[in-house]
């Protein structure tokens, strides 16, 4: 007797392949060309979450992929919550004073438009990852901030319903300026991804 299909099987595949497919039409559609200065704030981040665990004297974290970026996962144990905000937090900061460390160069006029693509990539970085979003260092923060002032249930449910609401405020902005405001398709594919991301972990969140 031939088995049942349900579709589970296309779903998975979908579910494999949507959030890699759409990073690399995101990347496409990237227009400045400065590729390089984006890998390099991404690398400086993640550098400072690296540092952190070493000041914490923590073993360094496994690195894995995500749809939309990197995923630092520790060896250890979970870490206390003034641990998990301190290695959440270094990653923007290292961004910021990134930034910081641009200025003078801004302001003596060399190499101006390098510097400023790079100081603004720097400054996206950080306030792209502080966002309350599940799995961003924002949504990490949150929780941790949360659970240790409350609880981890009710950190769940706040932190879990902030990164709901971010995601779709994100992507009604995309689609308003994508339609309305001829913007590139950018911010709308982001949150597509991010939408994609939220659906996964939440499987009925899309059901009828």
Request: hydrophobic fraction near 55%; include cysteine.
């Amino acid at each position: 007797m031939t088995p049942k299909t349900d579709g589970s099987l296309w779903r998975r595949l979908f579910s494999f392949l949507s959030l890699p497919i759409l990073s690399l039409l995101f990347l496409l559609c990237e227009p400045t060309g400065y590729a390089l200065f984006l890998l390099a704030a991404v690398a400086l981040h993640e550098t400072g979450h690296l540092f952190a665990f070493l000041v914490c004297g923590e073993p360094l974290p496994r690195f894995s992929g995500q749809g939309i970026g990197l995923l630092l996962t520790p060896r250890a144990p979970l870490l206390s919550y003034p641990k998990e905000i301190f290695v959440c937090a270094a990653g923007p900061a290292f961004n910021l004073l990134a930034a910081l460390a641009l200025l003078p160069a801004l302001q003596h006029g060399q190499a101006q438009d390098a510097n400023f693509c790079f100081l603004v990539l720097h400054l996206l970085t950080a306030l792209l990852n502080l966002l309350p979003i599940d799995g961003f260092d924002g949504g990490r923060i949150l929780y941790a901030l949360l659970a240790w002032l409350a609880g981890p249930r009710l950190a769940a449910f706040l932190s879990s319903a902030a990164s709901l609401l971010c995601v779709l405020f994100l992507y009604f902005s995309g689609i308003f300026l994508f339609f309305l405001a001829n913007s590139g398709p950018q911010l709308l594919l982001f949150s597509l991804l991010l939408l994609l991301a939220e659906a996964k972990r939440r499987p009925g969140l899309f059901s009828s």
